[in-house]
Every structure is written in C-alpha cells, then in structure tokens.
C-alpha cells in the first residue's frame, strides 16, 4: 500500500521532502503488510524524477521507432511499384524487340527467296540476251538486204524515169517528124504505137519498183521499231536487277560493318577458295567486238560482277555466326560479361548470354561448320560445340537433348539440340557463346547486326 509521505504519518520537519510534500514529486512511501509486520520503501524526489525521465525516454523512442518503420515500409512499397513498372516497360521492350526479330527473320528469308528468284532470272535473261543479240545480228542483216533492194529499186526507177524521158523525146520527135512525112504515116503510125508501148512497159515497171521501194521501207520501219522495244525492254531488265542487286549488297555490307568485320578481306578469302575455272578458249574477232561498242555489254558486266559480289558476301554471311541460336518467342536472361554468379552471388565473368524458353525448344546452328564436341561437359551440362570459317567457334550448353555427333557438317539453320537444364543451371535455358580464335566476344552484336538490318 502506498501512501504520500504526509498522510496517515505527518510530515516530518526533519525531511525537505516534507516541505514541499505538495509539489508534483513530493517524496512517497510505499507501505507493504506482511502478517503484523509492516515495512515500507520510500521514493525520493529524485527517484521519481529519474522514472518520468526514463518513461517519457521509452515513449519517444517508441514514437520515434513507429515513426520510421512506417516510413521504411512506405518507401519499400515505393520501390516495389517502382521495380514492378521497370519489369513490366522490361518486358514490354523484349516483346518488341522478339518481334522485330521475328520480322527481320522474314525478311531476311524473303530477300533470300528475292535474291534466288534473281540468279534464275539473271541466268534466265542471260539466254534471252543472247538470243536477242542473235535475233538482232538477224534483224540487221535483213534490214541491210532490204536497204540494197530498196536502192536498186530506186535505182531501177531512175532508170525508168530516164527511159521515160528518152521515149517521150522520141515521140515527140517522132510526131515532128511525122507531119513532115505524110508518106510514111503508116510506119510512123507502127513506130508511135510500139514507143507508146514500151512508155506504158517503163511506166508499169516504175509503179512496181516504188512498190517494193515503199514495202522494204515499211519492213525496214518495223525491224527498227522492235529492235528499239527489244533495247527498251533490256533496260527495264538491267534497272531490276541493279536495284535488287544493290538492296542486297547494301544489306549485307551494314551486316558485316555493324558487326565490325572487314568485308574485303572476307569477299578475299571466299574468293581464293571459290576461284575455280575454265573452258575451251573461243578467241573474239575484231567485227564482235566493234558490233558489240556502244551496246550493253559494259552494263551486263557491271551486273555480273555485282551478282558475283553478292554471291560471295552470301557465302561469307552463311559461314559466319550471323543469325539467332532459335526461332519464335524467348526472352534474354543474362548478357556477356562481369555479372552475380546465380549459384554463390560472386561476381565473375559470364563468356556469353543465356536466353530462356520453353523445354525441348529447337537449338539451331548460327553458321555453317563441323561440330568439334557434342557431349557432357562439367558446368555446361550437355553441350556442342562447331567450328566455323574464319576462326570463329560457337558454344550451345545446357541441352536437353544432343541431335549432333562430333564430326558432322552442318549447315546453318540445321537443328542440333533441344533447349534444357543440365548441368550447373538454375532453369530451363540455352548459354550461347561466339569466340573468335579462342577469344569470347559478344553474340549480341552479331545477331543484333543482322536483326537491325533485315
């Protein structure tokens, strides 16, 4: 029982408490029963102010502690909502970007369709080409038969013309002479009529020489004429395929420049093991070549380089790592570089990027190649690995499933695994790296070249 230090006992003159017993830490005993002993503990003013001091210490740190979980929770649900809008813009840009991979993968086999349809076009217009140049070595040597028929039936009616004359200044001297020679009336009589009938034979001869003069002229008119829309519609051909010809080059040429190659130096090295050639030598005459100044020959050569040019970019484009290790939808899950080891958090270096889809997901070949190893390897579970042109070697792990032995050629696009988990992995995935004579390099920057491009 607690009673003040005044009640029930007095104040006591010989304690200040005493004194100033009314304040608001006046000094306080504390009475405690025990049977019929009675005790007491007394609380001095300085005890009392020590608590209070103590309790309101414990309340404002109580507050203050309130205060900033509350403050800490609200900013965490900041970041969350923060982190959740990054992800969702995150996956928004890779649906975009899948898609506009998709899209450059058809284009990509449209331009190929596009550029094959061309070579059989080209090869086919090569015989056209050919058979027009016969058509119009033909076409000339007629017209040249025809201009010598029409100048000599110019030349037979001059000749016409002149007997004509000649006959018409026989008659009329004939007729002079005729008034003069009453007697011989009769046989200038026969004379007139046979002049008069070799005038009417010159005359007829005349109209049918400008007859043929005139149908050689309407010959000659069409031959120039179709040769005229035979050069028109070689040029319309040669305008085609140097258009198609150049989209191809400038595409592949931006592949190989966003990828930082040197496209010399490969179009060089294809070329040296692409150099195979020969035939029986067919020496030109000098008349072929002078036929062939100022025709389209200089055209239909640039054309043929360019087609080979292109032919060989194709080449060097299909023995490089240009393209994506798989088709349709995945998502990139880790990239190259310094990165958290998912399995121990250490930071080391990741030699090339992991992309995620679904389980049995077919793993294509990049480039053409042979593959070196196709087995289990520690850490990459079960991998392949394919040597490429060029230095280059790609690296496929954590297949479910090897379609490839060590050994075989394959070409790109060719199936070779099936996307899994095995070995040292956290998910279902493809780790897929490029190296370039033994060095990693980034296989972001050449599917991301070709991608951009088609």
Not at 44 to 54: H, N, V
Request: with cysteine; charged share 30%; net charge positive.
């Amino acid at each position: 029982m607690a009673q003040d230090g005044n009640h029930a006992g007095g104040s006591s003159p010989e304690h200040p408490a005493g004194r100033a017993g009314a304040g608001l830490f006046a000094e306080k005993r504390i009475f405690i029963r025990s049977g019929e002993r009675m005790r007491y503990l007394r609380l001095s003013r300085r005890a009392q102010i020590a608590a209070a001091a103590l309790g309101a210490a414990l309340t404002c740190w109580t507050a203050f502690a309130t205060v900033s979980l509350a403050t800490l929770y609200a900013e965490r649900a900041a970041q969350g909502e923060a982190v959740a809008a990054l992800r969702a813009g995150y996956e928004r840009r890779l649906a975009r970007e899948v898609a506009r991979a998709e899209a450059a993968q058809d284009a990509m086999s449209r331009l190929r369709e596009r550029v094959a349809a061309l070579d059989a076009a080209l090869d086919s217009e090569r015989g056209a080409v050919i058979a027009a140049r016969a058509d119009r070595a033909a076409a000339q040597a007629e017209a040249a038969a025809l201009r010598e028929r029409l100048r000599q039936a110019v030349a037979e009616r001059e000749a016409a013309r002149r007997s004509a004359e000649a006959l018409r200044r026989g008659l009329d001297q004939a007729r002079r002479r005729l008034a003069g020679l009453d007697d011989a009336a009769e046989d200038w009589g026969a004379t007139v009529a046979a002049v008069a009938e070799a005038l009417d034979s010159a005359v007829a001869e005349r109209d049918a020489a400008e007859r043929r003069a005139a149908e050689a002229a309407e010959k000659l008119a069409a031959l120039e004429n179709r040769m005229r829309e035979d050069e028109a519609r070689r040029a319309r051909m040669y305008a085609q395929l140097e258009d198609a010809m150049q989209i191809g080059l400038g595409s592949l040429e931006r592949i190989f420049a966003r990828a930082g190659m040197d496209v010399e130096k490969l179009i060089g090295r294809v070329r040296a093991e692409y150099s195979g050639a020969g035939g029986p030598f067919i020496p030109v005459e000098p008349a072929s070549v002078n036929a062939e100044a100022g025709s389209d020959a200089a055209r239909v050569t640039s054309l043929i380089t360019g087609l080979e040019r292109l032919n060989l970019m194709q080449v060097a484009a299909a023995r490089l790592p240009l393209a994506a290790p798989l088709r349709g939808s995945y998502r990139l899950t880790s990239g190259f570089g310094i990165r958290r080891d998912p399995k121990n958090g250490r930071r080391r270096m990741h030699d090339g990027v992991d992309v995620a889809s679904a389980r049995g997901t077919p793993i294509l070949a990049t480039a053409d190649g042979v593959v070196t190893y196709a087995g289990w390897q520690r850490g990459y579970g079960r991998v392949v690995k394919i040597r490429h042109d060029f230095g280059y070697e790609t690296v496929y792990a954590h297949l479910d499933k090897i379609r490839v032995k060590k050994g075989e050629r394959v070409a790109q696009g060719d199936r070779i695994g099936d996307m899994g988990n095995s070995g040292r992995s956290t998910g279902v995935h493809l780790h897929y790296e490029v190296r370039n004579g033994g060095r990693p390099i980034n296989p972001l920057r050449y599917i991301e070249a070709a991608r951009n491009v088609f």
